[in-house]
C-alpha cells in the first residue's frame, strides 16, 4: 500500500482566483492521477500526471484551467485556476504504486474546495 | 465507450440485515477492483478480481467477479453501521490503461 497526503485538506476560495493542491506520496509510484468528485458521486479522471512532461487530460478538462506539475516520482501539484462556483467539488490524487497489480488505485485524502 | 453499471444506487438497511450490490458491463475486463469510501476520506481498494467465477471473501464481505468477467458482486453479510458508505467498482480493459469506475452504491447501515 501506500500513505499519501494531500493539503490543503479543504479551502473556501473567491471567485476568480486560483488555488494549488499537492499531493505526496512516501512509497515508488508508477502513475499519478487526479479526479474530481461531486459528495456522494463517482470520480470524474481530470489527467494523469506525467513525470517531466505535460500532463494528459481527459475529455473536457483543459491545462489552461487544471495546470498539473509532476516533478519527480513521489509529488504532483494540481492548480485550480480562474475559479468559478461550478468548480466547487472535492479533488483527489490517486496513484499506481510499483508492483501493484493492474488496476489497483490509492486515494489520497481529498481536497474539499468551495468557491463563493 | 466502456460504462460500469452498479445498482443500486442508494441503499438503507438495518444493522444485522444482509445485501448485495451489483456491477455489470458489456465489456470484458482484465481486472475489476472495489472501494469502499467513507465521507471525508479517500476511496480504498478492497479487493481486486482477476479471474472469471472468482469469488474472494474479507471478513463478511463477498466478491463475486462474473464468469465471462463482465460484471462482480459485493455480498456483504450482517451488515453494521460501520459498513456504510460509498462503494465503488472500477475495472480496466483488457490492454487498455485508464480506469473507469461505476457510478456508486450509497449504503446506510442504521443502528
Known amino acids: 500500500s501506500a500513505v499519501i497526503s494531500q493539503k490543503p485538506s479543504r479551502d473556501i476560495c473567491q471567485r476568480g482566483t486560483s488555488l494549488t493542491i499537492q499531493c505526496q506520496v512516501d512509497s515508488q509510484v508508477t502513475m499519478m492521477f487526479w479526479y474530481r468528485q461531486q459528495p456522494g458521486q463517482s470520480l470524474t479522471l481530470i489527467a494523469t500526471?506525467?513525470?517531466?512532461?505535460?500532463?494528459?487530460?481527459e475529455s473536457g478538462f483543459v491545462i489552461d484551467k487544471f495546470p498539473i506539475s509532476r516533478p519527480n516520482l513521489t509529488f504532483s501539484t494540481l492548480t485550480v485556476s480562474n475559479m468559478s462556483p461550478e468548480d466547487s467539488s472535492i479533488y483527489l490524487c490517486?496513484?499506481?504504486?510499483?508492483?501493484?497489480?493492474?488496476?489497483?488505485?490509492?486515494f489520497g485524502p481529498g481536497t474539499r474546495l468551495t468557491v463563493t | 465507450t466502456q460504462l460500469l453499471e452498479q445498482s443500486p444506487q442508494f441503499l438503507s438497511i438495518q444493522e444485522g440485515e444482509n445485501l448485495t450490490v451489483y456491477c455489470n458491463s458489456s465489456?470484458?475486463?482484465?481486472?475489476l477492483q472495489w472501494y469502499r469510501q467513507e465521507p471525508g476520506e479517500g476511496p480504498v481498494l478492497l479487493v481486486t478480481v482477476v479471474t472469471g467465477g472468482e469469488v474472494k471473501k474479507l471478513k463478511r464481505l463477498t466478491f463475486q467477479f462474473g464468469d465471462a468477467r463482465k460484471d462482480s458482486s459485493l455480498h456483504i453479510t450482517a451488515a453494521q453501521p460501520g459498513d456504510t458508505g460509498l462503494y465503488l467498482c472500477a475495472a480496466i480493459n483488457t490492454g487498455g490503461f485508464k480506469t473507469i469506475f461505476g457510478a456508486g452504491t450509497r449504503l446506510f447501515v442504521k443502528a
Open positions: 500526471a506525467n513525470q517531466g512532461s505535460e500532463a494528459t487530460y
Open positions: 465489456s470484458v475486463f482484465s481486472s
Open positions: 490517486s496513484v499506481v504504486i510499483l508492483g501493484a497489480r493492474t488496476g489497483e488505485q490509492y
